[in-house]
Every structure is written in C-alpha cells, then in structure tokens.
C-alpha cells in the first residue's frame, strides 16, 4: 500500500518542529511589576543577554536554554519587589555544554539603575532604555544604543559600540576593550572631561578636544574638557580602535 504524500509531508514537518522545539525552548519566563528606580542585575556565564524597551509597564524575561545539556542549567532568581537580580548556575565540577539565552523587555519611559549586564560568553545588548548602566562580557560584543542616562561598558575580547541620545545627570562613563574596537556616539551638547587612548589602533573624534600621536611609536591619545565637564568619560582599547562622535 502506497503512503500518502502529503501525509508523509506532514509528518516530516511535525517531526522537524518538535526536534527544534527540544532544542530551543522557553524555560524561563516571569513578569516583574518593578517601578522606576528599581535594580536590575542579570549575570550569565554562556550565551546572549538582549535588553529592549518597550511601551508596557512591567520588566518581562524569557530565557532559553539551549545544547544537550540544557537540563543541567539553572536560572537562579534572587528578585525582590523593588530589585530584578537573575544568574545562571551550572553543576559543579562538570562539563556542560549548555547556553542560556535572555530577552528581556523594559518599560522604556521609566528610569532604572542598571547594575549588571553581564555575560562571560556571549554579546550583550541594550536598545532604547533610561538609567544608569553597566554592561560588559568577557568574551562577546557589547552594543547600547538608544540610551538616555550614565552609561558604562567593557569587553575584554570583543567590541564596544554605544550610541547614547541623552546624557542624564552626572557621573563617570567608561568604554574599554583589550581586544576590540570601541566606538561610543555622543549628543554634540556633551558636558565631559574626556580621555581618550589606543595603544595599537587608530583614534578618531569630531568634538573639539586635542588629539596627540607621538613621533615614534605606538599609542594615540586625546584629551578636553567640553562644556563644564559634568561628567567624566573615558575610551579606551588595548588592540582596536576608538572614536567618539556626535550622533
């Protein structure tokens, strides 16, 4: 008896969904009714941390974990009513090949103190949020854009590209790599002391501070003060280029 075409379709559809499905699926998800000036801190060891603002009125999480030994990770979850604090755990003195992945929404008309955003492998990403903020990963790219507030960010392995739109109240912003480009854009109306350096790279800005290259050797350099300088801001790359531009 001869099958169905269409059914044996079908059934290798349903066989290839349920297949993507055990190796990507939501394992954790929460809705924390946090208000502004509340504390958000989410440390991961491997995999993304993707952080967008969106009109709601509550912090939103998914989590995905991924890779056959995905059963061994856990979200560990230490909120509170006023603090969003989140680590992922992997059994002791063993070998996990397991990754979580985080997608986080924001309420993006309100402010919140940024405390960690972090991730040991993986890239780290923030769009369109207010507040004070710290992000970096080891080994992975950082990318903040769209931010209004006092922005920190560092990779050791990796670039760093940060866009903020409006610089809110004051404070020290810095931008690091060892291995990576760093490229921070800035409003023109900026009201820093700002420094400047890459030891193996090359430096570029389009704000009126001083630029200085030596004669012999590596190293580039720039440093001024713009506007009152406010704030204290920072770039810096071991091997990789810097720049600071206006938006």
């Known amino acids: 008896m001869r099958r169905n075409p269409l059914l044996k379709l079908t059934g290798l559809l349903l066989f290839f969904t349920l297949a993507a ?47 056959p030994d995905r059963d061994l990770v856990t979200v560990e979850d230490t909120s509170s009513s006023s603090r969003l604090e989140l680590r992922v755990r992997y059994p002791e003195h063993r070998h996990s090949n397991a990754s ?27 769009r369109g949020v207010k507040g004070r903020m ?33 610089v809110g109240g004051a404070g020290e912003m810095k931008f690091s790599a060892i291995s990576g480009d760093v490229f921070v854009r800035a409003p023109k109306n900026l009201d820093a002391d700002i420094e400047m350096s890459t030891i193996s790279g090359s430096l570029k800005t389009d704000f009126a501070i001083e630029i200085h290259e030596p004669r012999y050797g590596p ?3 720039a440093r ?24």
């Open 100 to 126: 979580v992945n985080f997608e986080v929404k924001i309420p993006e008309l309100l402010e919140y103190n940024f405390e960690d955003l972090s991730s040991v492998s993986g890239n780290v990403s923030v």
């Open 134 to 166: 710290r992000a970096k990963s080891v080994s992975g790219n950082v990318d903040v854009t769209g931010i209004s507030g006092i922005v920190s960010a560092a990779s050791i392995s990796g670039n760093v590209n940060v866009e903020i739109t409006t």
């Open 219 to 221: 190293g580039r350099s």
């Open 21 to 67: 499905a055990a190796g990507l699926a939501q394992d954790f998800h929460k809705t924390y009714p946090i208000g502004a000036g509340g504390q958000i801190s989410i440390g991961n060891i491997s995999g993304d941390v993707k952080v967008l603002g969106y009109k709601g009125e509550s912090i939103i999480v998914d989590g995905y974990k991924v890779g």
């Open 224 to 247: 001024g003060r713009l506007g009152n300088g406010t704030n204290n801001l920072r770039i810096t790359s071991v091997s990789g280029r810097v720049s600071l531009t206006r938006i």
